[in-house]
């Protein structure tokens, strides 16, 4: 078989829009790619791509699943034989080898970092929130920072405290083994042999991985010793590769997609500061030189990238040219910078969240111009200088892969360069022409619709509540993650809210039943699942349902509002009675269930104080299905 760290690498690269892109032939709509199905003859396209979340769907035959099922499905493979057709389409080798006993325990071993590092995330936030050392200490320092309580809880971030084993005790203590611990950097063992924890008297910023599990931290001192290292970050791992991660990039993609463009910063405490400004659309590449991976992260949600950078000029210079890697990966990039002294993070909570989204609107530049206005005001009248600068600025321009785009700037720079356009061109063309001979290879949200209108495979089945279950299901997939902000709550995520107010209640259909068994099994574990953890999960039907529920066949029309001023209203505007909608809808079915169970066992009874237990028993459930009524009520009128 092959190996788990190389299926994960094929599954990461393989885009779905690319992979069904080779067999069907794709037009945009709205925020999905449609064509017509491959699967079954049609002439109206009920063939839906959704780039973001990585599926297909076809509303026709009911098809779906992810690039690696597309091919099983489309070119009946095995799914070993769908591996190898997508690393050889990605150029990744793969070397087959037998699940021994060995290989099994290092996919338990790996899944084991995954949980030690959720539970040592849950250790900082309790530490920071509930004792005195870390409310002092940890949340004194963030507030005094300007960080809101919502921020700092959708962040996960907590603070470490002081001792040397606190953490080690906490976990040693729960099972958790020191060879784990040692394995995550979390704890290291000193030349005695002692270990000890790697994070102490630190405030602590969890790092997420693209589908939310924690895989590493960062943590600051508040001291103000020279010799202690303002931060300290995790060590690579098995689950933690620095250069494939982005700082903030779980909590910014859905922004990213929807707006088109990701911004960039340098620190954990510049996307904290942007995020709360309202600028969703923020990562950090956390204090580490950008690489083509996390350029490569980006560009699966954007073609668009505005770096954020401070005022150190000597720092914007050094990487100038690292940042050409961007344009090469066939990107946009515009670049923003603050006045002298001043970084994201300070100059958003010196000017406030309103005029810092003014600024950057009204301050960001093309890279290609900027950098060319930078080494030209650094050559001054050197002449020698001023050639080196025309030779830079044309070899940033040779990496565009997009010949009119490259055009473009060839244009605009000759009169920033005062250099004649064909001169500039011939410098482009010989470049271009000596990198072909180096490499061969180079050349040169919408509303949802009724549930009923969701599954029409089930309407109409009135005795069922399949259609509820569902409805939750797609509720938790779509803004479990998500913090709850109604009556008072804001401590919590809407995952846990669901499943709490759902305890009572017993989900009838298979598949539905096993997601929120998932759901309670991985909260008790301190994590939440994500859609990837259903889409890809090895039961069918659970894939099957996944992907039915977070699809949809309907587009809204821009002309809706656009041409007839009519506003449809997104369900995400009213959360509360979103969730609470779906959450009543489903207890109603029961309790209308309930209630006819009760009825004709008072039809059938014959004994008169059996009939009047039954009674007072109806009267109950009749005072619960008014309140869940009233409240139906109420979201209706709404």
């Not at 039915?548 to 509360?576: C, G, H």
Request: aromatic share 8%.
């Amino acid at each position: 078989m092959i190996a788990k760290e190389t299926v994960d690498k094929i599954l990461e690269a393989a885009r779905i829009e690319e992979v069904v892109g080779d067999f069907v032939d794709l037009k945009k709509r709205g925020t999905s790619l449609i064509g017509l199905c491959p699967f079954h003859d049609e002439k109206t396209p009920s063939f839906h791509v959704s780039v973001g979340k990585g599926i297909y769907k076809c509303f026709g035959c009911g098809k779906g699943g992810d690039s690696l099922r597309f091919i099983m499905d489309h070119e009946k493979y095995s799914y070993p034989e769908a591996l190898k057709f997508l690393a050889n389409k990605y150029r990744i080798e793969i070397e087959e080898i037998e699940q021994s006993p060995e290989q099994q325990e290092s996919d338990n071993r790996r899944e084991n970092l995954y949980v030690i590092s959720s539970r040592a995330a849950k250790f900082f936030r309790e530490t920071m929130w509930e004792t005195e050392e870390g409310k002092t200490i940890g949340l004194g320092y963030f507030r005094e920072r300007g960080f809101r309580d919502d921020i700092l809880k959708k962040f996960e971030l907590g603070y470490s405290p002081g001792s040397w084993d606190a953490l080690i005790e906490k976990t040693l203590a729960e099972g958790f083994k020191e060879s784990v611990l040692e394995d995550t950097g979390l704890a290291i063992r000193n030349d005695k042999g002692k270990l000890y924890d790697r994070f102490r008297a630190r405030v602590m910023f969890p790092i997420h991985n693209f589908t939310g599990r924690i895989i590493g931290f960062g943590g600051r001192t508040l001291k103000t010793d020279k010799s202690v290292p303002k931060y300290v970050n995790s060590p690579e791992s098995e689950i933690y590769h620095k250069s494939n991660v982005l700082y903030g990039l779980f909590f910014a993609k859905k922004a990213i997609r929807d707006l088109d463009n990701c911004y960039l910063v340098e620190g954990y405490a510049d996307v904290l500061s942007v995020h709360q400004a309202g600028i969703e659309n923020v990562v950090a590449s956390s204090g580490t030189s950008l690489t083509t991976e996390q350029v490569r992260l980006i560009g699966r949600f954007t073609k668009n990238i505005t770096i954020l950078y401070d005022g150190d000029a000597a720092g914007i210079k050094a990487s100038l040219r690292g940042l050409d890697m961007i344009l090469e990966e066939g990107l946009n990039v515009k670049v923003v910078l603050f006045p002298d002294g001043h970084d994201p993070d300070s100059y958003v909570h010196k000017i406030g969240s309103s005029a810092f989204k003014t600024y950057i609107e009204k301050n960001q530049k093309d890279f290609i111009l900027f950098k060319t206005s930078i080494l030209l005001k650094e050559a001054g009248s050197d002449p020698i200088k001023k050639a080196g600068v025309i030779h830079d600025v044309v070899e940033s321009i040779a990496k565009i892969p997009d010949g009119i785009k490259a055009s473009v700037f060839i244009r605009e720079c000759s009169s920033l360069l005062q250099m004649e356009e064909r001169i500039l061109i011939a410098e482009l063309n010989k470049l271009r022409l000596g990198k072909s001979k180096k490499d061969p290879r180079h050349e040169a949200p919408e509303p949802l619709p009724p549930p009923d209108e969701m599954y029409p495979e089930i309407a109409g089945t009135k005795d069922s509540d399949e259609v509820q279950e569902k409805e939750i299901v797609r509720l938790l997939l779509n803004y479990g993650h998500e913090l709850v902000h109604w009556d008072g709550i804001t401590d919590t995520y809407i995952a846990p809210y669901v499943i709490s107010n759902l305890a009572d209640v017993t989900f009838d259909d298979p598949a539905c039943k096993a997601v929120i068994d998932e759901y309670s099994r991985r909260m008790e574990l301190g994590e939440l699942p994500t859609i990837q953890d259903f889409i890809k999960s090895a039961d069918e039907k659970i894939t099957e349902l996944a992907i039915s529920v977070v699809s949809s066949p309907y587009v809204l029309s821009e002309n809706w509002f656009a041409k007839r001023k009519i506003y449809v209203k997104n369900e995400t505007e009213n959360m509360r009675a979103t969730i609470l909608g779906g959450i009543f809808h489903l207890k109603k079915r029961k309790v209308d269930r309930i209630l006819r169970s009760i009825r004709d066992e008072i039809q059938q009874e014959t004994n008169e104080d059996n009939q009047a237990i039954l009674m007072q028993r109806y009267m109950r459930v009749k005072e619960v299905e008014k309140g869940i009524s009233s409240f139906l009520g109420s979201v209706i009128v709404k």
